[in-house]
């Protein structure tokens, strides 16, 4: 059974850092691909970035030059830097995989950025 965690959220003031974990388990991580989403209240979620098999990663322009998605396959963790907090990415924020056919998804960790 594969299962996501994601780690690292919290309250953060404008302007402040987080870094995101997610570990996953029962996948084979290595040739996975992984992503990072987010969902604030009353909008769709929101594809962030992701992360290939061959380190190749793409961040979409909205949060380009503050998030950086990275990814450790001995630890069977993808990661999300975030620098440059802004209330508007105040958020629920997912870990997708993609395996084959399979996509997995994590429970969420709550990122809230305030003064």
Same mark, same amino acid.
């Given at each position: 059974?594969?299962?996501? *965690? $994601?780690?690292?959220?919290?309250?953060? !003031?404008?302007?402040? /850092?987080?870094?995101?974990?997610? *570990? @996953?388990?029962?996948?084979?991580?290595?040739?996975?691909?992984? &992503?990072? %989403?987010?969902? @604030?209240?009353?909008?769709? +979620? $929101?594809?962030?970035?992701?992360?290939?098999?061959?380190?190749? /990663?793409?961040?979409?322009?909205?949060?380009?030059? +503050?998030?950086?998605? /990275? +990814?450790?396959? @001995?630890?069977?963790?993808?990661?999300?830097?975030? &620098?440059?907090?802004?209330?508007?990415? #105040? @958020?629920? %924020? %997912?870990?997708?995989?993609?395996?084959?056919?399979?996509? %997995?998804?994590? !429970?969420? #960790? !709550? *990122?809230?950025?305030?003064?």
């Amino acid at each position: 059974q594969v299962q996501l *965690v $994601e780690s690292g959220g919290g309250l953060v !003031q404008p302007g402040g /850092s987080l870094r995101l974990s997610c *570990v @996953a388990a029962g996948l084979t991580f290595s040739i996975s691909t992984l &992503n990072w %989403y987010r969902q @604030a209240p009353g909008n769709q +979620r $929101e594809f962030l970035a992701g992360i290939g098999s061959i380190n190749n /990663s793409h961040v979409v322009d909205s949060v380009k030059g +503050r998030f950086t998605i /990275s +990814r450790d396959d @001995a630890k069977k963790t993808v990661y999300l830097q975030m &620098n440059n907090l802004k209330p508007e990415d #105040t @958020a629920l %924020y %997912y870990c997708q995989a993609l395996r084959g056919s399979g996509e %997995y998804w994590g !429970q969420g #960790t !709550q *990122v809230t950025v305030s003064s």
